[in-house]
């Protein structure tokens, strides 16, 4: 299973950045996959899901309005839309898989490298 995060960047605070999840290795219908991020001293915290069989998304309250999650399924790609960003929003950014479809970062098992977002004010 291999995950690659992209789409990072330096943004102003109240722009946008769309980050993509590029997925290998596994039957994409049979996972979930989860947006994550971790800021220096901090726990990783999820922010949005998605059930790649089924389309069902969850959004954790930090994010709602703001943050979209959506998957191409023939690219096997999962995208994360940023909007109305913030400075607190500056973390680094992951993707993980899961076979479960759950807003629980120790259910998932399989995780990328991560990308970097920072918002300044």
């Known amino acids: 299973v291999q995950l690659v995060e992209s789409g990072g960047g330096l943004v102003q605070a109240g722009g946008s950045l769309r980050l993509s999840c590029a997925t290998s290795?596994?039957?994409?219908?049979?996972?979930?996959i989860g947006w994550f991020r971790q800021a220096p001293g901090k726990e990783r915290e999820g922010l949005a899901y998605?059930?790649?069989?089924?389309?069902?998304?969850y959004y954790e309250d930090s994010v709602k309005g703001r943050f979209a999650i959506s998957s191409d399924n023939a690219k096997r790609t999962v995208y994360l839309q940023m909007n109305s960003l913030k400075p607190e929003d500056t973390a680094r950014y992951y993707c993980?898989?899961?076979?479960?479809?759950?807003?629980?970062?120790?259910?998932?098992?399989?995780w990328g490298q991560g990308t970097q977002v920072t918002v300044s004010s």
């Open positions: 993980a898989a899961s076979s479960v479809f759950i807003a629980s970062v120790e259910a998932y098992d399989y």
């Open positions: 998605i059930g790649l069989s089924d389309g069902d998304t």
């Open positions: 290795g596994f039957r994409f219908d049979d996972y979930a």
